[in-house]
Structures are given as C-alpha cells and as structure tokens.
C-alpha cells in the first residue's frame, strides 16, 4: 500500500523515516518509494519480507554470476571469475578487511549483494572522493527477474536503515558514486533521498576511467542521528 506525507509534516528535528512510521496505514516497515519530491511517498507490503543478511564463502558462487548478468558486467568492469570474486571479496569475508558484506533477500531468496565501509579506511577514495567522514555504501540486484521492479529501491533502504545506520554512530552522510551515465543507479539514489554532488574520475581497470558522480544521504533529515555509542553486531 502506497502512502505519502509532506515533508512540512515532520515535526521539528524529525526524520522522514520517523515521519513515515507515524502514518503508517498497516503493520509493517515503511519502505522508501520516492523521497526525491514533495510529498515524499512510502509503501507497506506484508507479502514481501525483504532482509540483508552477512555474506558468505557459499554466496561467492551466486556473486560471480551476478555480477556477469548483463545489467551489472555493463558497470562491473573487473573482478567477474570465480576466482578474481573470490580473492576480491575473501579478505573481507575473512575480517582482514573492515568492509562489511550483505546480501539482499526477497521472501528467503537471495537476489543482490552490497557493501558498507568507512570511507576513512580506504585512503585512496577518501582523497578522490572528499568525503573521508562518509560511510559508502555499493550495491547490485543481481538477479535479472528482480531488477527495475522498485525492489533496489526498498531493499536499499532496509539496508541503510536496519544494517548501515545502526552500525555507525554519529555518521551524518552516507556515500555513493555511481558511474554518470547508470541512470537506474542514480534514480535509484534520487529516490532513496540522496543528493547529487560532485563529479569525480575514479580509476578502473586497465588503466581505464570512470567518471562517476557522488551522491549523499543527509542522515539527520532522512533517517535520524544514530547518537547511539553502543556496540552494534552484525545479525
Ligand atoms: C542500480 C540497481 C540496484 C537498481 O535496482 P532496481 O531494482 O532496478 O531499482 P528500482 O526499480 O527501485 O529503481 C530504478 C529507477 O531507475 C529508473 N531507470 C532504470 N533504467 C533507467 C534508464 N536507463 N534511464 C533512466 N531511468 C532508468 C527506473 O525507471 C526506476 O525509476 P522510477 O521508479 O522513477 O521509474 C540495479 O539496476 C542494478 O543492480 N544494476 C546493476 C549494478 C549497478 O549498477 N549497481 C550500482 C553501482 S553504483
């Protein structure tokens, strides 16, 4: 079920994710539709139960073929056999790598995967980037059947909501840089309340380079400050 609420409805220093779940019209989460415009509109779907769970060495299999399904090897442009997913994502499976891995379920299947990280831990992207406080975020819905059905859209915001914001107390911007021509990406990011930002050349493979465009979540107005200091896991 579809709903909306104006922004000017939020109460002062009141989020739009804390506005949503005061009119929800049925149990269940809000889930972003479009926070690009005014009113910014929301959804239920007790039917779907949409989640984020840790990756693992089993989902690496399902990784690699994802990530060489047409619509993601069109913005992946390295990384895509089993055993250059394996050695890319294993430090980080291994927690030699602080980059924290997901994949993204619909009603128990899995569909995409993602990642969050502090931009500081990555000083290279941090210079090119500018954004050194930021949390990035990536993501992909990798299988074709789920793509461009506004499933990346709620799935993203559970993700950010229930996994990113929790996990990261005080962070006040999240981070990401979709190559300037993905328009799904970037709609997708429009529609999530992100911002569009600075352009900026990030080196790819092969000496090649992708101009990407960098796009932040204000995450006091969208989703609240996380003041929390407490230690958050990742289940
Ligand atoms: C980017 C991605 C996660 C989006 O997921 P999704 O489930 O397709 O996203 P949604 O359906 O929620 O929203 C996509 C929006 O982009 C729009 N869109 C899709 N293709 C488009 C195109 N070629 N031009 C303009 N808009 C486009 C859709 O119409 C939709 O907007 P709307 O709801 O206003 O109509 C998915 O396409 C994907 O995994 N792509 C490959 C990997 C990738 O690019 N990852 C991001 C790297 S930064």
Redesign the pocket.
Known sequence: MHFEVLRTQARTGESWAALADRHLPEPGPALAV?LSGDPLVFRTDPSQRLSVRPMTAGDLADVTRWTNEP??AQ?WDENRSADQVAAYYGPALAGEDPTRLWIWEVNGRSV?FGQDYRISDHPEYALLSSKPDAVGI????GEPAF???????SLIWVFLRDIVWPAYAGVTEFF?A?DHR????L??LD?LGFTRGLWFDEPGSDGKVDTVIGCSLDVAQVMGLNLSTAEVTEE
């Open positions: 479009d619509h993601v913005w995409g990536d993501y992909a819905i793509a461009g059905r506004g499933l990346g859209t990401a979709p993905n328009a799904a990406s709609r997708l529609k």
